[in-house]
C-alpha cells in the first residue's frame, strides 16, 4: 500500500482524515503529533490510543520543544516580535515548525503523500503547504477536509458510518496551547465588538498579592528566574506558570490573515508578553540608538514572514544573523512586577547599562562636555534648518 503521513492532533478533523484516507483513498496511514509545548503525558498517551483505534499503522509523538526554542523562539525574542504589536506569534510559529517535522518524517519513511487537517479559510493550510512544498515537492498533498468542504455535522456522520463512535461535541472555545502562548477562539473572536468572557481563558485568577520576579539574560536569552538557572525552555514554563496565577498575558488580536480577510483571534501569553517586554527594556539600556532602530525595521519584516509562512525564504536566516549579533551586550537582569491581570518593569542591572553616570545624568549634570560644547553643538545642529528657512524666507507664525 501507497504510504501517507498525517499530521494528527486528535481531535475530529484529522480523526476523519484517518479513516477516510484508508477507507477511501486505501493509503497506509502514518500518524505524527509534533508537540510544541501542549501536550501532557497523559494526552499524548491518550492520543497515540486513539489514533491506532482509528486504523493508523503508526504513531509517534515528536516533543520538538527545545529545538523549536532554538530555531525559532529564540530570535522572536532577540526581535521583541509582537504582531500587529500585540500578538507573539503563539500559533503561527508553531504551525511552521510542525509542518517541517511532519514533512521531515514523511521523507524519513518513505511517505508517497502526506496530509493534515487544515480547512479552506484558514492560514494554516498555508503555513502547511509552502513547508510542505518546499522541502519535498516529490510528496504529494492530500487534504480532506479542505478538498471536500466538509462541515463538522458531515465528519462525525462519516465516522458513524464507518463505526466511529466518540464524542464529538464541539467546545465552546477552541483552546491551542503551546510553549510560546495558547490561542482562544470562541463566538465573541467571530465579531468585531465583544470581549472574551474571563471563564474562556485557560487560566484564572489565583494570586492578588503582588509579586517580584527577577529575569536573568545572557546574550539576549532567559538562562535564569530568581537566581535560579535552566535552559531557556524550562525558564518560558516555569514563568507561564509563576504568572499565570495573577491571569497575565490576554489580549485578542485582530490583524490581516494570509488570505487577504481580517482575522480575531483571543490569546493567553504570559511568558511569552513578560518576555519580551522585559528584553526590550533591558536593550534600551544596552544598545545604541541605531542598533535599536534597525532591529524594529528588520524584526518586523522577520515576525510578518514568519507569521506568513514564509520561515524558509533565506531572507529569513539573514535577518537571524543580524539579530543574533546584536545580542552581544544584551546580558543582565530584568525585575518585574506580577500583579492582578498586568505587570510592571521595574528596573535593570547590566554591566553594558549605557546610562553610566561618569559620562552625565539627563537633565541634571553634564560631565564629559562644556557649557560652550553645548552651545557649538546645538549651533551645528540647527545649521540644515536655519540655512533652509533663510534661503526660503520661511514664515513660521
Request: glycine share 8%.
Amino acid at each position: 500500500m501507497k504510504k501517507i503521513v498525517l499530521a494528527y492532533s486528535g481531535g475530529l478533523d484529522t480523526s476523519y482524515c484517518i479513516t477516510y484516507l484508508q477507507k477511501e483513498l486505501h493509503y497506509e496511514v502514518h500518524t505524527v503529533l509534533i508537540n510544541t509545548g501542549g501536550f501532557d503525558s497523559e494526552e499524548l498517551s491518550a492520543i497515540e490510543k486513539r489514533a491506532l483505534e482509528l486504523g493508523s499503522s503508526n504513531h509517534i509523538n515528536l516533543d520538538i520543544v527545545d529545538n523549536y526554542y532554538e530555531k525559532a523562539i529564540k530570535y522572536l525574542v532577540y526581535g521583541n516580535v509582537l504582531k500587529n504589536n500585540t500578538y507573539p506569534l503563539s500559533v503561527s510559529a508553531e504551525r511552521v515548525f510542525q509542518a517541517i517535522e511532519a514533512v521531515k518524517y514523511a521523507k524519513k519513511i518513505g511517505a508517497n503523500a502526506i496530509s493534515h487537517g487544515s480547512t479552506g479559510a484558514g492560514n494554516d493550510q498555508i503555513r502547511f503547504d509552502l513547508i510542505f512544498q518546499t522541502i519535498a515537492p516529490e510528496i504529494e498533498i492530500i487534504t480532506p477536509i479542505r478538498d471536500l468542504k466538509l462541515s463538522r455535522q458531515e465528519e462525525v456522520a462519516y465516522l458513524q458510518k464507518n463505526g466511529v463512535d466518540y464524542s464529538w461535541e464541539k467546545a465552546q472555545y477552541s483552546i491551542n496551547k503551546g510553549i510560546w502562548g495558547t490561542s482562544v477562539g470562541g463566538k465573541e473572536t467571530l465579531t468585531s465588538s465583544e470581549p472574551l468572557p474571563d471563564s474562556a481563558y485557560p487560566s484564572q485568577l489565583e494570586k492578588t498579592t503582588p509579586e517580584k520576579v527577577i529575569l536573568h539574560f545572557e546574550k539576549g536569552q532567559i538562562v535564569g528566574i530568581n537566581n535560579e538557572f535552566d535552559k531557556p525552555s524550562a525558564n518560558i514554563i516555569k514563568l507561564e506558570k509563576l504568572a499565570n496565577a495573577f491571569a497575565i498575558g490576554r489580549d485578542i488580536h485582530v490583524g490581516d490573515t494570509i488570505i487577504g480577510i481580517k482575522g480575531r483571534v483571543g490569546f493567553e501569553a504570559s511568558a511569552p508578553l513578560i518576555i519580551i517586554k522585559a528584553h526590550h527594556l533591558l536593550e534600551k539600556h544596552t544598545l545604541g540608538k541605531w542598533q535599536q532602530y534597525w532591529k524594529e525595521q528588520l524584526a518586523n519584516w522577520y515576525g510578518m514572514l514568519f507569521h506568513e509562512g514564509q520561515f524558509l525564504d533565506p531572507v529569513m536566516r539573514n535577518i537571524e544573523v543580524f539579530l543574533e549579533d546584536t545580542q552581544k551586550m544584551v546580558s543582565g537582569t530584568v525585575t518585574v512586577t506580577l500583579k492582578p491581570y498586568h505587570f510592571s518593569l521595574d528596573g535593570i542591572t547590566s554591566p553594558h547599562d549605557l546610562m553610566d553616570s561618569k559620562f552625565g545624568q539627563y537633565g541634571e549634570v553634564n560631565n564629559a562636555w562644556t557649557a560652550d560644547d553645548a552651545k557649538g553643538f546645538i549651533k551645528i545642529l540647527g545649521n540644515a534648518q536655519a540655512i533652509y528657512s533663510h534661503v526660503n524666507n520661511v514664515d513660521y507664525d
